[in-house]
């Protein structure tokens, strides 16, 4: 061996050593929550990674890191696009292609900021000095000053804790690649979480074992139906809970956050009427209308590597009704939304069982309410000589109204009516005030309800039908078609 390569082997091998003598001692607690959620994941991730949350040093951790770190120094891949930028000091091509020369280069920068010691508060979690200066382009997710998605403020430079830092490290591998981009979930229910880290981490590690890209790949790119698919899993193991989601990216040039949050009544709604995500055919019962609603949003055909793939070829000839998740659906984007999809029952004429669980679970709309709603449609069913004169002398004038005046007004015409025929009364006038249309509430949202009651009932012929759904299509949000 020549003198030069004696010499750069023995500084190595000391500067190697330095490294690992500034590791060591330093004790490593992850045992306790982080109020920011991206820290919060890594720390979940570690945890359950590791299968032990508190380390005696650095050094101790240090193989299980090695093995994280496959993520930031693969090729380019295809399957993950550009979900992390190519541009960090760790997956450029003008560093070292060497996958331990890369780790050494990594662990050697982590043993200077953690041999740190600065005064005042981690950013992340709050605790008090002894603290790192961390610029955010030395996290190997991150590139250029632009990008600051890995901080709670999405600041550049900020002091931080050595367990924030270190989970911050461990992050992706709790993720989920959809919409191309890095999807997560926090939950206020501890269970929700740890299910979320047991399914990521158990498809991360065999994701090493088969030596490849390890970032889990949802194989979802419409974000609202990653979630949807999700808390539909996650209500299956009867868990329920608020939850924010996250969409983010590390990349300059598309460094976008995007938040969605869940709530517990969105899943108890799940829970009512998807107990399960498709059964082997097309459900039939009314309890499945909801699953029939998504199948039937979900008919859409797209590109997909260049050809054109047709919803029945996929989803019905294959019995393959997953599938669906992998097509744009508006109702799933409502739904997870929040918005209303009471124009979606409306439409599709569902029944009141399904409506009523709507209103209760999501709108959380009063019993007594729906009571009067209900009795005022059933009311107004007396009027019905025949369903075609009927729709066309009721139904369709009041589907027309297009302000709350002129709602009020609709329904003065049918209290005037329904007097000709009956002793009682349409609807009185606390009922009126208090239940029909009481202050704060969307006259829209009340005519839906009316109208959904009463198309459970009425039959439509062809004719009318053509009718309904030009009356439909022109009330309907063109947004959401």
Known sequence: MSRKLKEKSLFDSIEENQVTQALLGVKLDFSQSVGDPMVEIGRLGLVEFCDKDK???????KGEVKKLFNIYVFKPAKTLNQ????????????????????????????????????????LACGKKDNLCSVSKTILPLTTGN???NFTSNF??????????????FFAPMNMQKTAGRMGFMISNNEEINKFWSEENIETFNANIVKNIDSLVDSKINIFENFIYKTIEELQEENLFGDITFYLISNTDKRSEVTLIHVTENQMNFINHVAPKFFKDALPTKDKDEWNYLL?????????????NVKFEDEVIKNKDYKSTMKYFNPLIKNFI????????????RCSWHLTQIYLKEIQGMREERLVVLKKVANRLQELNKGDKEFIRKIVFPLERTKSHGEFREK??????????????????????????LPSGESWAE???????????????????????????????????E
């Open 337 to 348: 939304q929040g918005k209303s999809i009471l124009y979606f029952l409306k439409k599709n």
């Open 295 to 307: 199948f039937k949003y979900s008919k859409q055909e797209r590109k997909e590597d260049g050809k």
């Open 411 to 436: 329904l003065r015409e049918l209290m005037r009516k329904f007097l000709t025929k009956s002793n009682e009364p349409l609807f009185t006038a606390d009922e009126m005030v208090f239940q029909i």
């Open 83 to 122: 979900v992390f930028s190519f541009n960090s000091k760790f997956t450029h091509n003008s560093t070292s292609k060497n996958f331990n020369e890369r780790f050494r280069q990594a662990i050697e920068q982590y043993s200077e900021l953690i041999k740190e010691s600065k005064n005042g508060y981690c």
């Open 446 to 480: 009340t005519k839906d309800i009316l109208l959904i009651a009463l198309y459970e009932k009425i039959t439509l012929d062809d004719e009318i039908k053509e009718e309904f759904e030009k009356h439909i299509t022109q009330e309907g949000d063109s947004e959401d």
């Open 146 to 148: 632009s990008n600051a």
């Open 155 to 168: 600041s550049t430079q900020f002091l931080m804790c050595k367990e924030c830092m270190t989970s911050l």
């Open 55 to 61: 380390f005696e040093s650095f050094e101790e951790l």
